[in-house]
């Protein structure tokens, strides 16, 4: 009989991006893997990799009472209905949910994959925050205290924080930096000899520092700098942090920042990019964005943050900034845009960095690893 995974994911895109090789290779392993997440368009396309797709709704950011339960209960009735030998989690309520319907359901093993602790624990300490955050650590607690289960977490700050504030145990959790790269697709290049291009590539979230990137752009712009600014990505509505339609539609008319929208091709947008930026305060895992910068050989600004910092080498392959401050952001981009000299030598930094520590085959081989170990104890 075959060993049979499911993975628990809130969307079908995110899937895609972040965890598509994982669940590859686990299918040429001969698990028989079902895929239960929210589902966009992408139904045909996981179906047409040999997946059994198990459309589920989950409310990204809803916490109405009711409509949490009724989640939940999907969870724990799909759960019943497949009986898989291993469950993986991933992200904030999949892991949460799904980790108590696995313990209640008597799934053999869990995996849950906790890629950077969200805008909850972002939030000024107002007392609805204090209290989520309380309700949250304890969800945790009953979440991960399956007594064969690995916790998967990208940086070593929210590896402690969990440790320290959910009482999870260590030998629980494990560290696997980021979701990997291909360092085939992101190869470098040299950088072309145009008016310097600054990206900014990730969801529209406030949170991710869209807001300080914009203005930076004015800034520079008021100083004469002269570069490109692009901005990669769209709004997302699941999240309360979105930007909207309606600001975007401003930075369009004010041509500052082009609004290139959602793009497939961004190894090919990096390639044509002298510098990648990500002022994220949001808190990352290990963002998936400055691997792939680092892959293509572009120098790096980002946040002092966790997730943020841990994806580079600092002065190395790129500059840490203070988050929510655009302008330390703008004087880093001038900065870089300024030395050619340093801005190309982070650059060919961040490619070393990113073939010794984030190949997506060592990523596979990582998960497969805590999968058999898991399953042999069965």
């Known amino acids: 009989m075959k060993r049979k995974i499911l993975f628990l994911v809130n969307v079908d895109w995110f899937f895609i991006s972040h965890r598509l090789p994982i669940a590859l290779e686990a299918l040429a392993q001969g698990y028989e893997v079902h895929i239960a997440t929210n589902i966009t368009d992408k139904q045909d396309v996981l179906s047409g990799y040999g997946f059994i797709v198990h459309p589920l709704k989950i409310g990204r950011s809803s916490i109405g009472i009711v409509k949490e339960i009724i989640t939940f209960m999907r969870i724990l009735l799909l759960f019943r209905c497949v009986s898989p030998n ?18 209640l359901t008597r799934i053999p093993g869990v995996v849950s994959a906790i890629p950077g602790l969200g805008f909850l624990f972002v939030k000024k300490a107002t007392l609805k925050a204090r209290l989520l955050r309380y309700l949250v650590l304890l969800l945790y607690r009953l979440a991960l205290g399956h007594p064969n ?26 560290l696997i930096r980021g979701s990997g790269v291909n ?26 520092g869209v807001l300080e990137f914009v203005n930076a752009a004015k800034l520079l712009q008021t100083e004469g700098i002269e570069a490109k600014f692009q901005l990669v990505g769209k709004p997302d509505p699941g999240n309360p942090e979105s930007i909207t339609k309606e600001e ?54 980002t946040t ?7 994806a580079i080498e600092p002065d190395v392959s790129g500059v840490l900034i203070p988050a929510g401050d655009a302008e330390a ?16 030598r982070m650059g060919k930094a961040g490619r ?15 998960h497969l690893q805590i999968y058999g170990e898991l399953i042999e104890k069965l």
């Open 183 to 208: 360092l085939a697709e992101f190869s470098f290049t040299p950088e072309l000899d145009t008016v310097p291009v600054v990206v900014m590539a990730s969801r529209l979230l406030k949170d991710k």
């Open 329 to 344: 952001l703008a004087n880093a981009i001038a900065l870089l845009i300024k030395d050619k000299a340093l801005r190309q």
């Open 149 to 174: 289960q690995r916790v998967i977490l990208q940086n070593s700050s929210d590896q402690n924080y969990l440790i320290n504030s959910a009482g999870i145990p260590q030998k629980k959790t494990c």
């Open 86 to 103: 291993l469950v993986h989690l991933v992200t904030i309520k999949p892991v949460l949910y799904g980790g108590i319907a696995a313990r």
């Open 248 to 301: 975007m539609a401003v930075w369009a008319e004010e041509k500052v920042v082009a609004c290139l929208g959602f793009r497939s091709d961004i190894a090919k947008i990096f390639a044509n990019a002298h510098i990648v930026v990500l002022p994220s305060y949001y808190l990352e895992g290990l963002p998936k964005v400055l691997i792939e910068a680092a892959a293509a050989g572009r120098a790096v600004i």
């Open 304 to 310: 002092d943050k966790p997730g943020c910092r841990d």
């Open 352 to 366: 070393a960095l990113a073939k010794r520590a984030f190949g997506i085959e060592r990523v596979v081989a990582a």
